[in-house]
């Protein structure tokens, strides 16, 4: 073994099952890895060296027992910090969680062990993953590996820089408007959001509850599939939950076709305030589809454009409510519990220490649309949009197995570029937020580099729910055709860190 | 639409448990208001005839047996704790001396 880092997931299980190379010696390379670049990258929160070589002895010795290893077993991940792993500080990229260590493992982590896997570490995340950058940190920003002074997306930023940056080769992300798939997008790699309800939410510290989902972060589909297969299933833990079974992603993965496929592009997700690098490549994409043999059309979802504003109306209404529970009493930050303040008081002064700006902002803004008065106005005619957004999906999948979009209106921004703007950065989640307002399937992929700015492009592939293998089936064709064209994955055209 | 001021700002502070210095207020009110006025066209289209949506799955409530399980000890939960004492999680007084 050479390389370890650059080998894929599927790979890594490959190569530690047959005693090619142990676990631990795939953890330490990923470690060394992380002690080499994250002093630029800064993808991680927390690393967790010891707790990351034990996993991966035990691996090593069930190896050695003779006991099966499944087709994760061994491969490191990197986990964002917005899922409690027993023990191991969880922030969610906030001041007000500093140093807080839960006493429990989220229902995503104990299927990562279940699996074998091996967690590196927890990586930044915009603020209760609140944000497209990672900019909003309490912990300072994570860089884009193919630019160091480029945001690389958010809000699972520090999760698409490590895989990005070959520090690990799977990460978990958390989506509840774009937040996996437009920092996949911005680096050149692939996210996937499920269908809502099909990733347990225990133990994910909750934004916005009806639209938060996990998944992964990978370099390529298959690596992908077999995170989302380890991950998905129905969960008592979590009253969301759906009780179903969970599409065959990994063979979906493996098959790689989209003959007579129906794709349709989504009329209203492209066009003025897209780079014209982005819908060069998105162009491209689309007639790859149809030399691949796939029918392409073109599709009509007329209440997409209402879509940011109803989110930005229903997340921070139901933030202001999650958030509530940060108030100084039973873990994490207190302030000015002197004996001069009341209980009230103290709530009020953590909680002004304690959040970001961004944080703030929306806990205002939900706690103003869901007050009498406002209420019908703003959160109840979201709410209504949210219907609308969902009639446009039923409609356009009676017509067509996927649609596509561009990921992300533009490539990566500059850090700091967007930050005391927030509603150009609400802009970055254009394409990704119809599909958590409706809970179906959706994933990016990497199609290539912009001719504006050489920076990573990704096309988005949206499937109805409980539908997810349609994204991998197409996600594959469409990477599989682009491999033989380039002769490799775009990632390993990223500048060396 | 009304706009946000900056005293309805200081309002949604209170409501929100936010205890913001002046500076914060000034800067969060006139984002706000701009932040507000781009979202209200969601009622555009909100016509009286559509059925709101809360979560994209029909939820109904879920029960587990009423049956012991194992859960976290007294200690595990007050791991957290900012201030503990006899078990118990130790808060600021919550009631004013009359």
Known sequence: MTDLIRLSAAQLAAAIASGEASAVEVAQAHLDRIAAVDGKVHAFLHVDTDGALAAARAVDEKRARGEALGPLAGVPLALKDVLTQKNVPTTCGSRILEGWRPPYDSTVVQKLRAADVVILGKTNMDEFAMGSSTENSAYGATRNPWDLERIPGGSSGGSSAAVSSYQAPLAIGTDTGGSIRQPAAVTGIVGVKPTYGAVSRYGLVAFSSSLDQAGPLTRNIVDAALLHAAIAGHDPLDSTSIDAPVPDVVSAARAADVKGLRVGVVRELNGEGYDAGVRQRFSEAVALLTSLGAEVGEVSCPHFDYAMPAYYLIAPSEASSNLARFDAMRYGLRVGDDGTHSAEEVMALTRAAGFGPEVKRRIMIGTYALSSGYYDAYYGSAQKVRTLISRDFATAFEKFDVLVSPATPTTAFRIGERTDDPLKMYLADLDTIPSNLAGNAAMSLPIGLSPDDGLPVGLQIMAPALADDRLYRVGAAVEAALHDRWGHVLIEEAPAL | ?98
């Not at chain 2, 949604?12 to 002046?22: E, F, K, T, V």
């Not at chain 2, 006025?37 to 809360?54: M, Y």
Request: charged share 25%; aromatic share 2%; net charge negative.
């Open chain 2, 1 to 98: 639409m009304p706009s946000i001021t900056r005293a309805e700002a200081a309002h949604l502070a209170r409501l929100s448990r936010l205890a913001l210095s002046d500076d914060e207020l000034d800067h969060l009110a006139g984002q706000l208001d701009v932040i507000i006025n781009a979202v209200a066209r969601v009622s555009e289209v909100a016509d009286a005839d559509v059925p709101p949506t809360s979560h994209s799955l029909p939820l109904t409530n879920v029960f587990r047996p009423d049956a012991l399980r194992p859960c976290l000890t007294p200690e595990e939960a007050l791991a957290g704790a900012p201030a503990s004492e006899e078990q118990r999680f130790r808060v600021p007084r919550i009631l004013d001396e009359e």
